[in-house]
């Protein structure tokens, strides 16, 4: 007998653009992994599902039921979430059929390696790929480092005085400078939009330049996670990172979300080993293709 309409429906695994109806799944998903899930949750509880203020379309993959089962966030970046093997193979057809519209894909280590796979072709070459940056979180306060006092949260007036050190970190850690094409005029809106929000740190030094600095560039209830974080290439060597970092995460932990985390490159073996003796424990693995 040959199946009727509605079981081929339910035999057919499908992907298509969210809407705000599909809010309540979209975040029972995100919510699973709170820590690798922060920066697409942040967007979504922040402004829900609309395209426009989303800014780009979040994929969805329904499983053979029917059921929302994996996420990808397409926008200025490609985010994958809770994406398994099938998932990962329509979100590359979608991604491939759209053509590249973002600036990297960045998201969990395995399932993003599986999506490059699928992608290079016909979005490569990519400019880097940084196919392992351990992912590193806690839940408590630094241990026999002392936060640095002098680090505070950046003023409102003070936007010019950091930028500085904010295009100077972006330009350190991605490879090109954030200044390049408008002018830069992106890369200062979001600087100012974090220190209104009360998310950008930094310790000046008594000639008003950065010594050092850093975001809370995610936030959700679950967790937030720490972004940019720079020293002054004067100060480097003097421990900065790690009483600096340890001033941040008690504002985090006592302000912000019980969870802190961050993710760093593989290779940057000093960063890793201040924050491990921040407290920071390593809890899974990102992978970026930059373009």
């Not at 397409?74 to 099938?86: I, Y």
């Not at 973002?102 to 998201?107: A, F, K, N, R, T």
């Not at 351990?134 to 006092?149: F, N, Q, R």
């Not at 959700?220 to 009483?243: D, K, L, N």
Request: with cysteine; proline share 6%; glycine share 10%.
């Amino acid at each position: 007998m040959l199946p009727g309409p509605f079981q081929v429906a339910r035999a057919l695994a499908t992907t298509r653009v969210l809407d705000p109806q599909d809010l309540d799944e979209t975040l029972e998903i995100l919510h699973r992994d709170p820590v690798a899930n922060a920066f697409v949750a942040t967007r979504v509880e922040a402004v829900g599902l609309d395209p426009w203020r989303l800014g780009g379309e979040m994929w969805g993959w329904f499983d053979e039921d029917g059921r929302l089962a994996s996420l990808c966030y397409a926008g200025a970046n490609l985010v994958l979430v809770n994406a398994g093997p099938e998932a990962v193979r329509a979100f590359a057809e979608r991604a491939r059929r759209q053509g590249r519209r973002c600036s990297s894909i960045v998201g969990p280590a395995e399932a993003t390696a599986a999506l490059w796979a699928s992608l290079e072709r016909s979005w490569g070459p990519a400019r880097e790929v940084r196919a392992h940056q351990p992912l590193m979180a806690t839940s408590a306060p630094a241990v026999g480092i002392v936060p640095d006092p002098l680090v505070r949260r950046v003023l409102r007036n003070e936007v010019e005085a950091l930028m500085p050190a904010c295009v100077a970190m972006f330009t350190e850690e991605v490879g090109i400078s954030p200044l390049a094409g408008d002018g830069g005029l992106l890369y200062q809106a979001r600087v100012a939009e974090l220190v209104a929000g009360g998310r950008s740190f930094a310790h000046f030094g008594p000639d008003g330049s950065v010594v050092f600095k850093a975001e809370i560039g995610a936030v959700t209830a679950g967790a937030c996670q720490i972004q940019g974080v720079w020293v002054a290439p004067e100060y480097r060597g003097q421990g900065r990172s790690e009483t600096g970092m340890a001033a941040v995460l008690q504002f985090a932990l006592r302000e912000v979300a019980p969870v802190v985390s961050l993710y760093v490159n593989d290779y940057n073996i000093r960063a890793r080993a201040a924050y491990s003796r921040v407290g920071f424990r390593e809890v899974g693995a990102f992978m970026s293709v930059l373009f």
